[in-house]
């Protein structure tokens, strides 16, 4: 490896090529206070110019075994660490079918739609089913949900809550039956109570709060599910600049995933739909371009098919395309009903 | 908090410095940049480069809530639980209470329908005293296209509101509550979002209506719609801001425009229906396309269907798809059943004008010759207020009344010679 590629900064790298130090292996023998004169650098500077290089040399050495780079992982691990993992479900069986059970942690998902189809909808419900007790099957961890339009009702959210935990004590009744006694003593304000609702204004708060997560997620570890309603907003409004706008939803999309894997946690990121010219028609497209479409794990379109809403499954490396109905009621997200009866809210 | 500065935020003094140094002096110029190249343009080391940008993050990220903090937060501050009350039962109980504070509410309909006599009552319910229902606040009415009518306004109150109007000196009030702002460019329309995010501060001011949003944007860009060429302008997100931090309602129409085929309401991946019936079918939609329609929080299509009005909660995050009749009547708009019908699939989007295409009448018109109100006929009520000038004018309800809106208010003898 070569001191070129060593997270230093650009001065200190050039006096490092001019004194002669080209690669890894020339410094490793060297005393902080040589390279200082040598340099004509502060010995505490020196100090850190070696301390970065010896951590590098160090992930650079290929010594066998069984991790032959730091970091990574045999597909035979990751599959068993994919077995353990929980999914959370969306409340609705047809939409869970074709997902493999639920939203997956570690993952990013981005789901899409046209107005008024329900994707906020789906982003409550899953801040709420993120809290579904182990012993019911869920993860019982806690959500972040950062709200870029404006869209998130507490109404809705305390609607949804309680008719979420009337489920889990129906739920739990039934498991009692068979002799499995747990409680459920959740309330629909303690779910509410678990939901960390940011509210973002500008591109620049979303950036700002999306590396920020990283500390914030350190300090609220069960924190199972960060939620981003919508990516696409202030990055459609008030852009000019097109490739700093492909840049910064790269290295937003680059920080998300890596939350989702150091966390362990599952990332959901709502996306809106434009209008695109294809084959001789206008047609439906997700919003912000197709650099952006390779950067999510899962693709989500829903969209309305007759009466009925429905998901459809537009990428995905572990799951076959397809498609299920869904319907949005008083209560949330449910399974879509051939016949629609008038669900009363209040 | 995008525009915080970096110099406050407490940086190392070092790093404070070498930011200075390179011109970046807000939290935005220094998160549009990648960590790379920051490095380059400071000239520092990755450590220092990450965990500054650590810190820049922490500053500019808006603080959080959780949503049960936001709940209560909202009850105990705010009247009605922090919603407007329409005053139309069934369609406060489906959105929970009336229109909410602090997001976007869009009427859509054609021309006549009764988006303005909507906006009307709105702004009357907002000015009203709490204990009457109202808000007790003043009222910013955007008036791009000239169509607000203080005669009909108050009208409407004396009708609805009997008891209120009918004190002395309250009619006056009420109106004098009203601040009605007439932008003819677009330029004026900006400036006058300015002015009112000062004057939210300082006043009392429950209700922001823009009516309509339409003939502002319009105003700039031609077709709208069919692709994503929609104003890249951004006074629509001033809309939303100023309705998120002062916490009011802000209330927007917009007008429909007639689109001929099915464009662009399918993906690539969706099988098309072969028995797309191409060609003159022509369909109501709303003029401002599919980027707009994600800003708003909640829309409520207005339409008229085979002799009958319907109000429909197209999109609303708390409440299903419903569809109300509705009628205007002199006291304004009002719901003949409470009880509302669901919607499924396309319907819920479609956007019908039944009577305009029969005779080429005026569809308003129509309705009322077809089916005058079971009360005072609104056709003669009409006539009774014919302009003191006594000029003749179209009787629709978009031109009546236009010329005499800031005359004084005549009392009330003069309004109802019977």
Redesign the interface.
């Known amino acids: 490896m070569e001191v070129g590629r060593l997270p230093i900064s650009a001065s200190q790298r050039g006096k490092l090529i001019r004194a002669g130090y080209t690669t890894l292996s020339s410094l490793s023998s060297l005393s902080p206070s040589d390279l200082a004169r040598e340099l004509n650098v502060t010995n505490s500077e020196a100090l850190e110019i070696l301390k970065v290089a010896s951590l590098n040399s160090r992930l650079d050495r290929t010594d066998g075994g069984h991790a032959i780079f730091n970091g990574a992982q045999t597909a035979w691990d990751m599959l068993h660490e994919e077995q353990l993992l929980r999914r959370i479900t969306t409340s609705c069986a047809d939409l869970d079918n074709i997902l493999g059970g639920g939203i997956n942690c570690k993952e990013v998902t981005e789901i899409g739609g046209v107005p008024g189809i329900g994707k906020t909808q789906l982003g409550i419900q899953l801040a709420v089913n993120v809290q579904i007790p182990v012993d019911l099957g869920g993860l019982g961890g806690k959500a972040v949900y950062i709200d870029t339009e404006g869209s998130f009702m507490v109404e809705r959210a305390l609607q949804i809550a309680e008719a979420s935990v009337l489920d889990m004590v129906e739920y739990n009744d039934l498991l009692r039956k068979e002799h499995r006694k747990c409680q459920v003593n959740l309330k629909p304000n303690d779910l509410l109570e678990s939901i960390y609702y940011f509210r973002i204004c500008s591109y620049t708060e979303q950036m700002a709060v999306i590396s920020y997560l990283d500390k914030f997620i350190s300090a609220h570890k069960d924190v199972k599910i960060v939620i981003v309603d919508s990516v696409t907003f202030h990055f459609r409004q008030d852009f000019e600049d097109l490739a700093l706008r492909t840049r910064l939803l790269s290295g937003m999309a680059l920080k998300l995933m890596n939350l989702a894997k150091t966390y362990n946690l599952a990332v959901v990121i709502f996306n809106q739909v434009t209008t695109k010219y294809m084959e001789g028609s206008f047609q439906l497209a997700l919003a912000l371009g197709d650099s952006w479409s390779h950067s999510c794990t899962n693709r989500v379109i829903l969209y309305w098919n007759g009466d009925d809403r429905y998901a459809f499954i537009d990428k995905s490396p572990s799951l076959r395309s397809a498609s299920a109905p869904f319907s949005v009621t008083g209560k949330g997200i449910r399974n879509s009903a051939s016949n629609h009866k008038r669900i009363k809210l209040m | 908090?995008?525009d915080k500065l970096i110099k406050e935020m407490g940086l190392p003094k070092s790093m404070a410095n070498v930011f200075a140094a390179r011109n970046i002096t807000t939290?935005?110029e220094a998160?549009?940049l990648?960590d790379f190249e920051l490095?380059?343009l400071?000239?520092?080391?990755?450590?220092e480069v990450s965990s500054a940008?650590?810190r820049?993050?922490?500053?500019?990220?808006?603080p959080?809530?959780?949503?049960?903090?936001?709940?209560e937060q909202?009850i105990q501050k705010e009247g009605h639980?922090g919603h407007l009350p329409t005053g139309l039962k069934g369609l406060d109980?489906?959105l929970?209470g009336g229109i909410?504070f602090?997001?976007?509410t869009e009427l859509v309909g054609p021309a006549g329908i009764g988006k303005t006599q909507f906006c009307m009552k709105l702004s009357l319910l907002a000015s009203l005293p709490t204990a009457y229902g109202g808000l007790n606040g003043r009222v910013i009415y955007i008036d791009v296209e000239s169509k607000f009518s203080s005669r009909r306004m108050i009208e409407i109150g004396v009708q609805s509101f009997p008891d209120i109007f009918n004190m002395k000196g309250m009619a006056q009030e009420m109106a004098g509550r009203i601040l009605v702002l007439r932008p003819t460019s677009l330029s004026k329309f900006t400036e006058s979002l300015q002015q009112i995010q000062v004057a939210l501060r300082q006043q009392q001011v429950k209700l922001v209506v823009i009516d309509s949003m339409t003939a502002v944007i319009s105003g700039i860009i031609f077709c709208l719609g069919?692709?994503?060429k929609e104003p890249?302008d951004?006074t629509y997100?001033v809309g939303?801001?100023l309705?998120?931090f002062s916490r009011i309602p802000i209330v927007v129409t917009n007008q429909v425009r007639s689109q001929t085929r099915d464009?662009?309401?399918?993906?690539?991946?969706?099988v098309r229906s072969t028995e797309d019936p191409v060609g003159y079918d022509s369909h109501l939609v709303a003029a401002l396309?599919?980027?707009w329609?994600?800003?708003?929080?909640i829309?409520l299509v207005l339409e008229a269907k085979s002799g009958q009005r319907f109000i429909k909660l197209?999109?609303?995050?708390?409440?299903?798809?419903l569809a109300f009749p509705f009628n205007i009547t002199a006291a304004g708009i009002s719901l003949l059943d409470d009880y509302g019908r669901?919607l499924?699939?396309?319907?819920?989007?479609k956007i019908h004008s039944h009577e305009k295409a029969k005779e080429g009448l005026p569809a308003t018109f129509l309705t009322v010759r077809q089916k005058p109100p079971p009360t005072s006929s609104y056709v003669q009520r009409r006539q009774t207020l014919r302009p003191h000038s006594g000029e003749t004018r179209h009787y629709s309800d978009d031109i009546l009344w236009r010329a005499h809106d800031l005359r004084p208010v005549p009392p009330r003898s003069c309004l109802h010679p019977d």
């Open positions: 908090m995008a939290a935005q998160l549009a990648t490095m380059l400071l000239d520092v080391g990755m450590a940008l650590a820049i993050s922490e500053i500019a990220c808006p959080y809530q959780t949503a049960l903090a936001l709940m909202r639980g109980e489906a929970c909410p602090g997001v976007l069919i692709t994503d890249q951004n997100l939303i801001s309705a998120e464009e662009g309401c399918q993906y690539s991946f969706q396309g599919i980027n329609a994600h800003s708003v929080t829309r197209a999109k609303s995050p708390m409440s299903p798809p669901e499924k699939g396309a319907e819920i989007n």
